[in-house]
């Protein structure tokens, strides 16, 4: 298994993409490409979310694209027949973590208490998606988690916006960052990919100036 951090590709950002039709997929794929964003994951929260992701494998194949909200053995095996090239889910049991690994892809599972990170570092595995992050304590726990599990990375998702991104990005615990501000439910509803490409444009500035 490679390391997350080593497979993604671009600026320490990983954008969410939830897609009804793969066509809106690739759509959001290319304008956050076009922003700068060198990796995307595409969350199973739809059914033809599987579908998204080999369409965006296919039309974009210089975007890294991974398959995310990942909670079973059949879904991490979906999504690899997908295409998918890292895996990501929100939480973490000793069942699910050793399906993901199965796998052999990169992988992200999530945690937000250190009873979950002591689990995947039984398992060998110490880049985790810190989730839901503002919810569960936000870059504070991540100062406070860094002094006991110093041989640990985080990916923080959930409730991360432009505003407070710069919060995260600035933690050495910290690879990545994650989440969905990249792609607005009303920017996708209109196709407004102009305005996913600017907050994308947005975000990478940010990631390039504290994480290079
Ligand atoms: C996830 O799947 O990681 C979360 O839904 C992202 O949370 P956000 O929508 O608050 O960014």
Redesign the pocket.
């Known amino acids: 298994m490679s390391a997350l951090s080593h497979v993604l590709q671009g600026p320490a950002l990983l954008p969410?993409i939830q897609a009804e039709v793969p066509s809106t997929a690739v759509a959001i794929a290319q304008a956050m490409q076009q922003g700068g964003i060198g990796s995307v994951?595409v969350?199973l929260?739809t059914p033809k979310a599987l579908d998204c992701i080999s369409a965006i494998r296919s039309a974009l194949p210089e975007l890294l694209v991974g398959a995310?909200?990942i909670l079973s053995a059949a879904d991490a095996q979906a999504a690899k027949d997908a295409g998918a090239q890292f895996l990501?889910s929100?939480a973490s049991t000793p069942k699910l973590l050793q399906a993901m690994l199965d796998t052999g892809l990169a992988l992200a599972p999530?945690v937000s208490t250190p009873s979950e990170i002591a689990l995947a570092l039984e398992m060998g595995i110490r880049e985790l998606?810190f989730?839901?992050a503002?919810l569960s304590g936000g870059s504070a726990m991540l100062k406070a988690l860094s002094s006991i599990f110093q041989q640990v990375r985080f990916c923080p998702?959930?409730?991360?916006?432009q505003q407070n991104l710069a919060e995260y990005l600035a933690l050495p615990n910290v690879f990545v960052v994650?989440?969905?501000?990249i792609s607005p439910a009303s920017a996708i509803a209109s196709g407004d990919w102009a305005q996913i490409t600017a907050l994308s444009h947005q975000a990478c500035s940010l990631a390039r100036q504290l994480k290079q």
């Open positions: 969410i994951e969350v929260r995310g909200t990501v929100p999530g998606k989730f839901p503002n998702t959930g409730g991360i916006s994650g989440g969905s501000w």
